[in-house]
């Protein structure tokens, strides 16, 4: 009876990426706490997710809680056409600030494939804005994930699984493979010289392509598309809602790879996994693109959650963290482990391959055929792993204890070796 809101609840709602008529039914979860989710039966797991890369510091931070707290008592929400309050505008210089290069004007909205959707905007409207007509189409890359709204879509891999229903339905885009060495750079630059009358950028998730495989690429591979959209004059997009805070290494991971995009957008770990909130930022040249006298010139984008005020206290408490605690340290320690811990998967039976960049292990196998039961015999064994496509992976808070991150490894270990 304690749980009659499951049962009653259950048939009303619908879960994401999900077959409800397949699907095992999902985990009630009462309380989370550091990096441990704790169900209603009283089973306690040790979180392998963080809550889709969000929750960096642990769930509940006392820190991020209060801010939020102090917050709700003051304003909660309010609007952000023509009104404009302290956390918001906190957020957005210490962002700038964090940043690398003139990355300097913050638009927030509320979620990872809105922020991809408002960087699209951007690009397109910055050539509009400049004279230029026609160029609608983006360079995006096989393996990579933008998000699911219609526009993130549609510069996803569409092979990757996610999307494929929709193909034929989607705008068109460009989606090539990454030049990764000198041929692929001088296929790229050829690509572009024929089309560049189209193009209005090149968008990337630098080092990691997250969801649509946890692939890892050498900032080689940034710094050659840097130096493409200068030569040909095209905007380039890095998408760090997956590798920015920390999460592949170091704060952002355009600041590793010493690479400036003119637009960047931010999102998942923003708020330390609190509450939902993202960024789109952009360089200095292209707000200057839409600088002027003329009305039709203004980015005409508001998301009424705009500026949430909870969330950006949420993530000012995030950052001071950040500041405080010795995150990045605390990732060298999470890759360090991970690498030797999940080295000895390399021996199992189809196993692929093993990889981790910053606070990302990967075993990736050949191919996974029921990943229904994968995910319950990883619940089996105390761990929430969630894995997906042919992929096992880790991506624990970076406060996780040297002993809850080897009983994930270990859970992997058991479950593959049989
Ligand atoms: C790189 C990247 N971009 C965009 C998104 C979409 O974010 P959201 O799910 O908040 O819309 C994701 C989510 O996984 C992502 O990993």
Redesign the pocket.
């Known amino acids: 009876m304690e749980n009659h809101w499951y049962e009653a609840g259950l048939e009303h709602v619908w879960l994401p990426y999900a077959q409800m008529k397949t699907m095992r039914p999902p985990l009630p979860v009462v309380r989370t706490q550091g990096c441990r989710i704790v169900l209603a039966d009283g089973r306690e797991l040790i979180d392998g997710m963080a809550s889709?890369?969000t929750a960096c510091h642990g769930y509940n931070h006392p820190h991020i809680r209060a801010a939020v707290e102090r917050q709700l008592a003051a304003m909660p929400h309010v609007m952000f056409g023509g009104l404009v309050h302290e956390p918001a505008l906190t957020l957005a210089r210490r962002l700038a600030a964090l940043l690398p290069g003139d990355l300097d004007r913050v638009f927030f909205s509320e979620?990872?494939?809105?922020?991809?959707e408002i960087a699209m905007k951007m690009a397109i409207q910055y050539w509009l804005n400049r004279g230029e007509e026609g160029r609608s189409k983006f360079i995006a890359f096989k393996g990579g994930?933008?998000?699911?709204?219609t526009g993130?879509m549609a510069v996803s891999d569409p092979d990757g699984g996610m999307h494929d229903v929709f193909h034929g339905v989607l705008p068109e885009h460009f989606v090539l493979a990454l030049p990764t060495d000198r041929a692929g750079e001088a296929a790229l630059s050829g690509f572009i010289q024929t089309h560049r009358e189209q193009i209005a950028g090149i968008i990337v998730?630098p080092l990691v392509q997250?969801?649509g495989g946890m692939k890892f690429h050498a900032a080689d591979v940034l710094h050659t598309l840097r130096t493409l959209a200068d030569r040909h004059g095209l905007l380039l997009i890095f998408?760090?809602?997956?590798?920015g805070f920390g999460r592949a290494g170091s704060m952002f991971a355009c600041g590793a790879a010493g690479v400036v995009p003119d637009i960047i957008?931010l999102?998942?770990a923003l708020t330390g996994g609190t509450l939902?909130l993202?960024a789109t930022v952009a360089r200095q040249h292209v707000f200057e693109a839409f600088w002027s006298d003329d009305p039709r010139h203004a980015l005409m984008h508001g998301p009424t959650y705009m500026g949430n005020a909870l969330a950006c206290a949420a993530a000012n408490a995030s950052l001071d963290l950040f500041e405080r605690e010795p995150r990045l340290a605390q990732v060298a320690a999470i890759a360090e482990q991970m690498a030797r811990e999940l080295a000895p998967c390399r021996g199992l039976p189809g196993v692929k391959d093993v990889r981790v960049q910053g606070a990302i292990g990967v075993v990736e196998l050949e191919r996974i055929d029921d990943l229904n039961a994968l995910r319950a015999r990883f619940v089996e064994q105390g761990v929430f792993i969630r894995p997906f496509g042919n992929v096992i992976y880790l991506t624990p808070s970076f406060t996780v204890s040297s002993d809850e991150l080897s009983k994930l490894t270990r859970a992997i270990s058991k479950v593959l070796g049989g």
């Open positions: 889709w890369w979620s990872g494939s809105v922020a991809v994930y933008h998000g699911d709204t993130a998730e997250g969801a998408d760090e809602i997956f590798t957008t999102s998942k939902p993202a």
